[in-house]
């Protein structure tokens, strides 16, 4: 009668059982390392306010008598070429701002269309462009830096040539202002930068230089703002002077004009932490596209969000203690297969105590060394 000797388990292979160990102290560490800095409160950084000589606009959509004079000045003064949406492409008919179109002039229409400026039955004009945010998130999350505010003037400035493409800035921006320009080999981004790039030649923004009406209006931000209050102080259907082109200075352009019925409202004053370009209108910003945005801006909450997690750089390295982890737990080595190999070798099983495993699996008549050798060698069944 035959006893079978069992064989202990062996032991787990050191060095993977050594990279285990030192894998999982580390992310221990770095996990709790993590945890402590996130349960520390973390309150958001205060939204950034606008320069003292912040530059902007002023648009009275009130005003507005949808000429769209600004949107062939700013495609002329950039360099922009014409977008067509109508079959005939007589001339350039965009429907929304776009990588080459940075100013565009859209209508609100309700009922009969018959008065101008009438929440009912009415129609009314609003420009979109660049808002030139106090605390843009474009700016914010921008990788490269392509995306900058002026310190002095504030005006959300891009450039080509840092740009990588990413689109973030795109995604990040509440009013949908930047675009991506699919038609570039290189990839570039399209959007109003209050045509800084006229400045030196004794020019300021293009949109606001041709409006017959001083629909739009160039200046420093306060003293738009000082404007648009001084509007919406005075009653409606009074005659007042309204300017034209620049509010700071330059050719004598003012006129007399009735008053419109404002919303009591500067849109831009405080929307999302404040812009650099302010609008008015008679009927809700809400219904004439204008986004209901609150006072902070959300660069504010993500910059502290990634500040916290990233701080330290404990979350990179925690997720990739984890990531390094369930690498080497999946990963099969060759080693291990030779240990397994010179376990099961004929010498492992013709010790003391084991020559009756080849007895039992020894047809008669077969030498044992036969024997053996096709137990190295488990393929040569198949042949």
């Not at 129609?123 to 700016?139: E, N, Q």
């Amino acid at each position: 009668m035959r006893t079978e000797t069992r064989e202990p388990a062996r032991d787990e292979n050191p060095r993977r059982k050594f990279l285990k160990g030192c894998l999982g102290a580390a992310g221990t560490a770095v996990a709790g390392g993590a945890i402590g800095t996130l349960s520390t409160p973390a309150a958001a950084r205060d939204t950034h306010h606008r320069p003292p000589e912040a530059l902007g606009l002023l648009y009275d959509a009130t005003l507005c008598i949808g000429c769209k004079a600004c949107v062939a000045a700013c495609k002329q003064a950039n360099d922009n070429p014409p977008e067509f949406s109508t079959v005939d492409k007589l001339w350039d008919t965009p429907l929304d701002t776009s990588g080459h179109t940075f100013n565009i002039i859209k209508m609100y229409r309700h009922g009969t269309m018959t008065t101008k400026d009438a929440e009912s039955n009415g129609y009314a004009f609003m420009k979109t462009s660049c808002m030139h945010c106090a605390d843009p998130s474009c700016v914010s999350a921008c990788p490269v830096t392509a995306m900058t505010k002026d310190p002095v003037t504030g005006v959300v400035a891009y450039d080509p040539d840092a740009c990588v493409g990413c689109r973030y800035c795109v995604v990040a921006c509440p009013f949908g202002i930047p675009k991506y320009q699919y038609d570039s080999p290189t990839g570039k981004i399209g959007k109003c930068e209050l045509c800084r790039h006229r400045v030196a030649d004794g020019h300021f923004s293009a949109c606001a230089e041709v409006c017959p009406t001083g629909a739009t209006l160039h200046g420093r931000t306060r003293d738009l703002l000082i404007e648009a209050r001084r509007r919406l102080a005075l009653p409606a259907g009074s005659l007042t002077r309204y300017p034209r082109g620049s509010i700071d200075g330059g050719p004598e352009q003012s006129y007399e004009g009735y008053v419109g019925t404002y919303q009591q409202h500067v849109y831009g004053e405080h929307e999302y932490g404040g812009t650099q370009v302010l609008k008015l209108s008679a009927v809700p910003f809400e219904k004439v596209g204008m986004p209901n945005l609150p006072p902070e801006s959300s660069a504010a909450t993500s910059e502290t969000i990634q500040h916290t997690l990233y701080g330290g750089l404990l979350m990179p390295f925690a997720v990739l203690g984890a990531m390094t982890y369930v690498a080497k737990r999946n990963v099969h080595h060759d080693e291990d297969d030779d240990d397994d190999d010179d376990h099961n070798s004929p010498a492992a099983t013709t010790g003391p105590g084991r020559e009756w495993s080849l007895a039992v699996n020894t047809p008669p008549g077969r030498d044992r060394s036969a024997a053996a050798c096709s137990m190295r060698r488990p393929w040569s069944a198949a042949f």
